[in-house]
């Protein structure tokens, strides 16, 4: 028999537990999504990885979810992928959204955030 934890509670079947999840949710989700899957292409170099990538990042919930704190993190996330699918692809597309998501992402961090050096090298790169 398996030990069950005293916090365990098996599913009662509440509509609650089968609420679909909020934007933020989802936003969050299909970010870190789509870093997961950048990280393989670049481990194992399958395009269809690169391609699921550039779709999770593009998830509509994350445009919706734009009003959150977590907004510039996403776009940094985006430019991510965008950026490595510039450096297969070469569509301009790509790097120009890129660019302009880590433009926002620099713009809308202020300076003492951690991230916003790291937002800024990544703007630079893109920009060269």
Same mark, same amino acid.
């Given at each position: 028999?398996?030990?069950?934890?005293?916090?365990?509670?098996?599913?009662?079947?509440?509509?609650? !537990?089968?609420?679909?999840?909020?934007? !933020?949710? $989802?936003?969050? &989700?299909?970010?870190?999504?789509?870093?997961? %899957?950048?990280? %393989?292409?670049? &481990?194992?170099?399958?395009?269809?990885? $690169?391609?699921?990538?550039?779709?999770?990042?593009?998830?509509?919930?994350?445009?919706? +979810?734009?009003?959150?704190?977590?907004?510039?993190? %996403?776009?940094?996330?985006?430019?991510?992928?965008?950026?490595?699918?510039?450096?297969?692809?070469?569509? $301009?597309?790509? @790097?120009?959204?890129? @660019?302009?998501?880590? &433009?926002?992402?620099?713009?809308? &961090?202020?300076?003492?955030?951690?991230?916003?050096?790291?937002?800024?090298?990544?703007? +630079?790169?893109? $920009?060269?």
């Amino acid at each position: 028999m398996r030990h069950r934890s005293p916090s365990f509670r098996p599913s009662s079947g509440h509509a609650v !537990e089968n609420a679909a999840p909020d934007d !933020e949710t $989802l936003a969050a &989700t299909s970010s870190f999504l789509g870093l997961a %899957r950048l990280d %393989r292409y670049q &481990t194992f170099g399958q395009a269809a990885d $690169l391609e699921a990538a550039a779709e999770a990042v593009h998830h509509p919930a994350v445009a919706r +979810a734009a009003a959150s704190a977590h907004h510039a993190q %996403r776009l940094t996330n985006r430019a991510a992928v965008l950026t490595a699918r510039f450096g297969r692809h070469h569509d $301009l597309a790509d @790097i120009t959204q890129a @660019i302009d998501d880590l &433009t926002f992402a620099v713009s809308a &961090t202020p300076p003492s955030q951690h991230d916003h050096p790291v937002m800024a090298i990544k703007l +630079a790169v893109a $920009l060269l």
